[in-house]
């Protein structure tokens, strides 16, 4: 079938449908819809992924049967979480914008109790409801279900899963003896299975692809790292793909609070879905989100069902989820609508079991990748900083100041002006200590973290240790201190490496290729009156050279040329250029 007009529905419902730019049905619409007409009334069982149009699947068949003419309750629709649910109530109401006298109300916890039960007061044909706000309803007389006889439970496994079996015992005990049920689910499991013993009659069951487990738009991959470098490798990845547009996912409500909290804190944009937040700030959250002015919507797997979201590039999982069925809903949540999308995993070196696993019962193919180096991160930001200059609209008082430098890059190509331009803005980068760290595990590359010092003055990897008597205190940081050291010995800084910034003094590594006795360089320069020394680790001495003078550095060549000798001054001045 190629057309809604062809499953059965009426004139009009297709007519909205059209409307509404509803072009071809899905597989499990083609095969629901005609039959929960023809069959009317039917128990039934659809299972199918998340994202496949479910709720079309019920929601028109159910608007086409609903007596819009009869002002009671006639059917429930059951959500397990309030964005389901009103997600839910909103395509209904679009579905049934020809029946005008079918009203839908959707009911949920964490919201003004006082206004759902003024709402349902007027004539409501369709209740959409979470199942704990619901038993509240009945237990005040404020909803009857005496009525209903159509009732739907989607994501049903997902209901189970968050424990709400007994809600959904009394509800349907409220509801007639010869109602029918129609059950949506991504997954069937055994409670499930019981569920369909105790409630229905010789369902129908329709299933759509159920054996693959998970959407073939999406890349499972997963990244190796220590855990205590997970937030590391995220920022990375949020620094090399700027444009992504992408959900994590956390075990605990903790977890998710703390690394929005840091990731924030780092401007990067971020924030924060979890249970302890009230309905208020849940809906402000969603309401950024789906504006596109957030990066990373970090959330627990409570919070974030019932998400329908069709352009995240990216699932991230901080740690995987411990149920199976929790990795295929966490991981559909991208790779929706026909776009292509991307599940990835950080996992520690002794989880390799679990991503074995699931690839097994889940049926998916993962792709182990790794944590982008800083040199890829380098050029992805540099990249980006290029892309902003190409979209900047020139400013009309530019040519004037332009005139004012007197052609100063007059005897610079293009090229030679360029490289300039491009280190200036390698200076800007603010690569932080935490950032050099390689991130990957088991690939046997890792360095050692260079915070640690070393008492050796060769390095393992045949790189010379030096000391230098500048430090916190004289206000210097990674970046300033190796513009400082390639001023003043005319090495390039990508040779000086392993920086350990401490309170009075630093540490840093030379490669051996380079170190032509490099304290030599650094014989008469002075920081604020106090004589510079740089020695190799072994000393641990005071050089025995005098340094008397003042404001002036030896270029490698042996000219002098005149420098602010402050580490974090010159780059500051440099800066400025």
Same mark, same amino acid.
């Given at each position: 079938?190629?057309?809604?007009?062809?499953?059965?529905?009426?004139?009009?419902?297709?007519?909205?449908?059209?409307?509404?730019?509803?072009?071809?049905?899905?597989?499990?619409?083609?095969?629901?819809?005609?039959?929960?007409?023809?069959?009317?009334?039917?128990?039934?069982?659809?299972?199918?992924?998340?994202?496949?149009?479910?709720?079309?699947?019920?929601?028109?068949?159910?608007?086409?049967?609903?007596?819009?003419?009869?002002?009671?309750?006639?059917?429930?629709?059951?959500?397990?979480?309030?964005?389901?649910?009103?997600?839910?109530?909103?395509?209904?109401?679009?579905?049934?914008?020809?029946?005008?006298?079918?009203?839908?109300?959707?009911?949920?916890?964490?919201?003004?109790?006082?206004?759902?039960?003024?709402?349902?007061?007027?004539?409501?044909?369709?209740?959409?409801?979470?199942?704990?706000?619901?038993?509240?309803?009945?237990?005040?007389?404020?909803?009857?279900?005496?009525?209903?006889?159509?009732?739907?439970?989607?994501?049903?496994?997902?209901?189970?899963?968050?424990?709400?079996?007994?809600?959904?015992?009394?509800?349907?005990?409220?509801?007639?003896?010869?109602?029918?049920?129609?059950?949506?689910?991504?997954?069937?499991?055994?409670?499930?299975?019981?569920?369909?013993?105790?409630?229905?009659?010789?369902?129908?069951?329709?299933?759509?692809?159920?054996?693959?487990?998970?959407?073939?738009?999406?890349?499972?991959?997963?990244?190796?790292?220590?855990?205590?470098?997970?937030?590391?490798?995220?920022?990375?990845?949020?620094?090399?793909?700027?444009?992504?547009?992408?959900?994590?996912?956390?075990?605990?409500?903790?977890?998710?609070?703390?690394?929005?909290?840091?990731?924030?804190?780092?401007?990067?944009?971020?924030?924060?879905?979890?249970?302890?937040?009230?309905?208020?700030?849940?809906?402000?959250?969603?309401?950024?989100?789906?504006?596109?002015?957030?990066?990373?919507?970090?959330?627990?797997?409570?919070?974030?069902?019932?998400?329908?979201?069709?352009?995240?590039?990216?699932?991230?999982?901080?740690?995987?989820?411990?149920?199976?069925?929790?990795?295929?809903?966490?991981?559909?949540?991208?790779?929706?609508?026909?776009?292509?999308?991307?599940?990835?995993?950080?996992?520690?070196?002794?989880?390799?079991?679990?991503?074995?696993?699931?690839?097994?019962?889940?049926?998916?193919?993962?792709?182990?990748?790794?944590?982008?180096?800083?040199?890829?991160?380098?050029?992805?930001?540099?990249?980006?900083?290029?892309?902003?200059?190409?979209?900047?609209?020139?400013?009309?008082?530019?040519?004037?100041?332009?005139?004012?430098?007197?052609?100063?890059?007059?005897?610079?190509?293009?090229?030679?002006?360029?490289?300039?331009?491009?280190?200036?803005?390698?200076?800007?980068?603010?690569?932080?200590?935490?950032?050099?760290?390689?991130?990957? @595990? !088991?690939?046997?590359?890792? =360095? %050692?973290?260079?915070?640690?010092?070393?008492?050796? $003055? +060769?390095?393992?990897?045949?790189? *010379?240790?030096?000391?230098?008597?500048?430090?916190?205190?004289?206000?210097?940081?990674?970046?300033?201190?190796?513009?400082?050291?390639?001023?003043?010995?005319?090495?390039?800084?990508?040779?000086?490496?392993?920086?350990?910034?401490?309170?009075?003094?630093?540490?840093?590594?030379?490669?051996?290729?380079?170190?032509?006795?490099?304290?030599?360089?650094?014989?008469?320069?002075?920081?604020?009156?106090?004589?510079?020394?740089?020695?190799?680790?072994? @000393? !641990?001495?005071?050089?025995? =050279? %005098?340094?008397?003078?003042?404001?002036?550095?030896? $270029? +490698?060549?042996?000219?002098?040329? *005149?420098?602010?000798?402050?580490?974090?001054?010159?780059?500051?001045?440099?800066?400025?250029?």
């Amino acid at each position: 079938m190629s057309h809604f007009s062809q499953l059965g529905l009426s004139q009009s419902t297709c007519a909205v449908l059209e409307e509404l730019g509803f072009e071809q049905p899905t597989p499990i619409q083609q095969k629901a819809i005609p039959m929960l007409l023809e069959n009317n009334p039917t128990d039934f069982i659809g299972l199918a992924q998340t994202g496949t149009g479910k709720t079309a699947a019920f929601g028109l068949p159910l608007v086409d049967t609903i007596d819009e003419k009869n002002p009671v309750t006639q059917a429930l629709v059951m959500a397990p979480t309030r964005e389901l649910s009103q997600q839910t109530a909103q395509q209904l109401v679009n579905f049934s914008k020809s029946r005008k006298g079918l009203n839908v109300e959707v009911v949920y916890g964490g919201a003004d109790i006082s206004r759902q039960i003024k709402a349902l007061k007027r004539p409501t044909q369709i209740v959409v409801a979470t199942p704990g706000r619901l038993l509240d309803l009945i237990k005040r007389k404020a909803v009857s279900l005496k009525n209903v006889r159509y009732v739907v439970l989607d994501e049903a496994d997902e209901m189970l899963n968050m424990g709400f079996k007994d809600d959904i015992d009394e509800i349907l005990s409220h509801t007639l003896e010869d109602r029918v049920t129609w059950l949506f689910s991504a997954t069937m499991p055994k409670e499930i299975r019981r569920l369909v013993d105790t409630y229905m009659k010789a369902p129908l069951e329709v299933s759509v692809n159920t054996e693959q487990k998970s959407n073939k738009d999406i890349s499972h991959q997963y990244v190796v790292t220590k855990t205590t470098h997970k937030l590391l490798a995220i920022k990375r990845f949020l620094d090399i793909q700027p444009d992504m547009k992408g959900i994590m996912f956390c075990r605990t409500k903790m977890d998710t609070q703390e690394i929005a909290d840091e990731l924030s804190k780092l401007g990067y944009a971020v924030e924060a879905l979890h249970g302890d937040l009230s309905q208020r700030q849940r809906d402000t959250v969603m309401k950024r989100f789906k504006s596109r002015s957030m990066q990373l919507l970090i959330a627990t797997d409570v919070a974030a069902r019932g998400i329908d979201v069709n352009d995240l590039s990216h699932v991230f999982h901080h740690k995987l989820p411990d149920q199976l069925e929790s990795y295929t809903h966490r991981s559909g949540r991208t790779g929706r609508a026909g776009n292509k999308g991307i599940s990835m995993a950080f996992i520690n070196p002794r989880e390799d079991r679990r991503i074995k696993e699931i690839e097994r019962r889940v049926n998916v193919k993962f792709e182990k990748i790794t944590v982008p180096s800083v040199e890829e991160l380098k050029v992805s930001r540099i990249n980006n900083w290029a892309s902003l200059i190409l979209n900047t609209k020139v400013d009309e008082q530019s040519e004037s100041i332009l005139n004012s430098l007197h052609g100063q890059f007059a005897d610079l190509t293009k090229e030679d002006l360029l490289k300039r331009l491009i280190t200036t803005q390698l200076d800007h980068l603010m690569i932080q200590e935490d950032e050099e760290i390689d991130l990957n @595990e !088991g690939d046997g590359r890792g =360095r %050692k973290d260079k915070r640690e010092s070393s008492s050796s $003055s +060769r390095t393992k990897d045949g790189n *010379n240790r030096y000391f230098i008597n500048v430090g916190l205190m004289d206000g210097v940081t990674d970046a300033d201190l190796k513009h400082f050291l390639s001023d003043v010995t005319g090495i390039g800084r990508k040779h000086f490496s392993d920086l350990s910034i401490q309170k009075n003094c630093s540490f840093f590594n030379i490669e051996s290729k380079h170190d032509d006795d490099l304290s030599k360089h650094f014989e008469y320069i002075e920081v604020e009156g106090r004589p510079i020394r740089v020695n190799r680790d072994e @000393e !641990g001495r005071p050089s025995k =050279r %005098k340094a008397h003078y003042k404001g002036n550095t030896r $270029s +490698r060549g042996g000219s002098r040329s *005149n420098h602010s000798a402050n580490p974090a001054t010159r780059r500051n001045r440099g800066r400025r250029r």
